[in-house]
């Protein structure tokens, strides 16, 4: 994996030429933080992206990581995200060089608006406009190398294009065969937006799907390798989590073998809009509440309704 910027199958190029990893690290705070795994992926896995957010509160033990592992922050790919609360021109601004400095690093290679909501009492267009210029205005700086948003759906890439003078280079969302938002993906590509997929095990709760486990038996990978491969077949960069440094290791081969055009059919099929993160345009969807709420995540009942369709799914 150390050839991940020179193997063309191991990153893909976003529209102002950045070699973008296909696979990450996920840090998200679901599930804890387990510093030794950390260190793990860097230094004897190879994986050279990693995924975080101010959210997650854990960007400074990332920074210690990444000095613990000896590799070069230069080789590494970098993102973490701005959350709704710090969106606005001075906020950004506060808030992207405070992820800086936690992380340890004077540059971020890529920096997202984390959600396409704004606190209640806020216009949403002008403030994410806001916050949207002051990406801008830091790239251009030279403080990051590319900069994008994340959960976007359609209507809020076209809120934002109307105004924006560059245009994101990456939209990270869920994605995984049940939750493969085409018609969005078609927009980022139609837009040069790099479509970035985000809980590609869908938290863990699919990797006993029988779809996933009947092509981990055929083909002799785990139903967790079936699932990020089929990801980075389909060119979209994606970044698992575990806090296990084996389970670590076990999502980082996934680039010694090749899903068949029938395997990538079947889990191309099995769309069904299944989140499992928040989800937008959910209608219950109350962003101040879920700001309260932490550490709170569950699945609402239609989702857990979905989730309990998929064959040999339960959710325990
Ligand atoms: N932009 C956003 O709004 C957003 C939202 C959600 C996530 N994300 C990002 O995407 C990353 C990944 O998503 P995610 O953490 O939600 O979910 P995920 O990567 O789909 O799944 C993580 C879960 O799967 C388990 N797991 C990992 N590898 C496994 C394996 N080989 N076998 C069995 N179980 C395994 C982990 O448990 P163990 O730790 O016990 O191994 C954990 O419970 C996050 O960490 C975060 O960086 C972004």
């Not at 909501?117 to 801008?136: S, Y």
């Not at 092509?215 to 806090?243: H, Y």
């Not at 969807?285 to 569950?298: N, Q, T, V, Y």
Request: charged share 25%; with cysteine; net charge negative.
């Amino acid at each position: 994996m150390a050839d991940v910027y020179t193997n063309a199958e191991k990153h893909v190029v976003l529209q102002n030429n950045v070699k973008m990893p296909l696979l990450g690290l996920g840090t998200s705070h679901n599930g804890g933080y387990n510093h030794d795994a950390v260190v793990h992926a860097l230094k004897n896995c190879g994986y050279r992206h990693i995924d975080t957010a101010k959210r997650y509160g854990c960007e400074s033990y990332i920074a210690e990581a990444i000095k613990e592992s000896g590799v070069n922050r230069r080789d590494i790919f970098l993102a973490t995200k701005c959350w709704p609360t710090d969106y606005g021109s001075e906020k950004t601004k506060i808030a992207a060089k405070g992820s800086c400095g936690r992380l340890g690093t004077d540059y971020l290679d890529l920096y997202l608006l984390h959600w396409p909501e704004v606190p209640r009492g806020h216009d949403r267009k002008t403030l994410i406009n806001e916050a949207w210029r002051t990406l801008e205005l830091l790239y251009d700086e030279g403080m990051f190398r590319a900069i994008g948003v994340s959960n976007f759906f359609e209507e809020h890439l076209e809120s934002l294009l109307e105004d924006c003078s560059i245009t994101p280079h990456v939209n990270q969302c869920e994605f995984h065969p049940f939750n493969n938002p085409l018609e969005l993906r078609q927009m980022c590509e139609e837009n040069k937006i790099q479509f970035e997929g985000y809980s590609p095990l869908a938290k863990g709760k699919v990797l006993s799907s029988s779809f996933v486990t009947e092509l981990s038996e055929d083909i002799g990978k785990t139903p967790s390798q079936i699932l990020i491969r089929w990801s980075i077949q389909n060119n979209v960069p994606t970044i698992p989590k575990s806090t296990k440094c084996q389970r670590i290791e076990e999502n980082s081969k996934v680039f010694d073998f090749e899903l068949s055009d029938g395997a990538m059919s079947i889990l191309n099929s099995k769309h069904c809009s299944l989140h499992v993160a928040w989800n937008p345009r959910d209608p219950r969807f109350d962003f101040d509440i879920k700001i309260a709420i932490i550490f709170d995540f569950e699945l609402n009942p239609d989702d857990m309704e979905l989730l309990n369709s998929i064959p040999s799914v339960s959710n325990s």
